[in-house]
């Protein structure tokens, strides 16, 4: 009966085995074929550019893309600007993740406020908050506060009806589970609807990741004079295609840096919950 059970155990942890080497494989197939994508692209796009078949004027190509990236550091201004507004998306990311989480627990507590708030939410949430930029640099100056500001009103709306939407549709079973055992409204919260709705916070992360990096763009657009936003605007202001171009490779590579951040923390507090 032993030898019975050690095989069969044997034979389970062979195929766990088969099958975390088979995962592995395809995560670095998956990387590889993400990485050939990426490079073939640029690599198309400098043969284009230099047979002439696009305007490498209106398009640029990568080689004076990079000489542009080159040329920043080497003026000591790379790390400047996208310190800037890397500093500025991180504030205005947690500021609208927390400020957003904790309305909608506070919508969630008290059913009287969610239903007066809830048309005023939808309002907000359709309207383009984008128009509200001029009035913010009216209210708070033309400085960093406006362009923290900005991406704060952009993605605070968005994780309010998010969070508070999956809060809403918690299982009712385990709700009145844990009520039949005498548990107050604070012990149903921190026991039972905050820890279900982990993953729906963790995806209202991953969304204001890129509401975040729009708020701070657009006011950057609007009122700054350092930062990626402002060599975009200056970039193409004096036709500094090459600018542009390269600023905004930097900004797919800062949103992409600052998503797998978001990644790396699901994982983590999914180990922890587990």
């Excluded at 991180?90 to 406020?113: D, M, P, Y």
Aim: proline share 2%.
């Amino acid at each position: 009966m032993y030898m019975f059970k050690h095989k069969e155990q044997t034979i389970v942890s062979l195929e766990r085995l088969v099958y975390l080497k088979s995962k592995k494989r395809r995560k670095v197939s998956v990387l590889v074929t993400q990485i050939v994508i990426l490079v073939v692209f640029f690599a198309q796009w400098e043969i284009l550019a230099r047979l002439n078949i696009v305007d490498s004027f209106i398009t640029s190509q990568p080689s004076r893309i990079a000489n542009t990236i080159i040329n920043l550091y080497s003026e000591g201004q790379l790390f400047h600007h996208i310190g800037i507004t890397c500093w500025e998306t991180v504030v205005g990311f947690v500021a609208g993740t927390v400020l957003g989480t904790l309305i909608a627990v506070v919508l969630w507590w008290s059913e009287f406020l969610s239903k007066v708030f809830e048309p005023y939410l939808v309002i907000l949430n359709s309207l383009p908050k984008i128009a509200l930029g001029p009035i913010f640099i009216v209210w708070f100056g033309a400085g960093t506060t406006s362009i923290i500001i900005i991406a704060l009103a952009i993605s605070i709306v968005v994780s309010i009806l998010e969070v508070l939407n999956g809060f809403m549709a918690t299982d009712e079973e385990q709700v009145k589970l844990v009520k039949t055992f005498g548990a107050s409204r604070f012990q149903v919260f921190t026991k039972v609807v905050f820890p279900a709705n982990l993953p729906v916070i963790i995806n209202s992360l991953k969304v204001n990741v890129g509401l975040s990096w729009v708020g701070v763009i657009v006011g950057e657009f609007l009122v700054s004079k350092s930062g990626l936003g402002y060599l975009i605007v200056y970039g193409g202001q004096v036709f500094k295609l090459d600018l542009v171009m390269a600023s905004v490779i930097i900004l797919c590579f800062a949103a992409g840096i600052m998503y797998q951040a978001v990644v790396l923390l699901q994982k983590i507090l999914i180990k922890k919950h587990i």
